[in-house]
């Protein structure tokens, strides 16, 4: 079974630092593009930021510059640190892989969410 889980969510006041992690297990060959989206109440799902399986990224407008999207292959792991964080930032969090399963089955995989707050 494939599973994507994540952590590092929570409450934190404006200006302050979290960082996501998302970790993908099970029978997996290979992992492609990982990133991390948002969703607010009331609005659509968003994509944060987005990592090639070489490294290369981009972001939303909105968060580049204050958030840094990394991922460690070793550990099929997928990370987001979040700086100067602001109350716009409030969200839950999902993180999506692209998985080649080890079936040869290929597929869009996700999260199930993690609360980032930030208020004060």
């Known amino acids: 079974q494939v599973q994507l889980v994540e952590s590092g969510g929570g409450l934190v006041q404006p200006g302050g630092s979290l960082r996501l992690s998302c970790a993908a297990s099970g029978s997996i060959f290979s992992i492609g593009t990982m990133a991390w989206y948002r969703q607010a109440p009331g609005k659509e799902r968003e994509l944060v930021a987005g990592?090639?399986?070489?490294?290369?990224?981009n972001y939303a407008d909105s968060v580049k510059g204050r958030f840094t999207i990394s991922r460690d292959n070793a550990k099929n792991t997928v990370y987001l640190q979040m700086n100067s964080l602001k109350p716009e930032d409030t969200a839950v969090y999902y993180c999506?892989?692209?998985?080649?399963?080890?079936?040869?089955?290929?597929?869009?995989?996700w999260g199930q969410g993690t609360q980032v707050t930030v208020s004060s």
């Open positions: 999506n892989a692209d998985l080649l399963l080890r079936d040869w089955r290929r597929s869009d995989y």
């Open positions: 990592i090639t399986s070489g490294g290369h990224t």
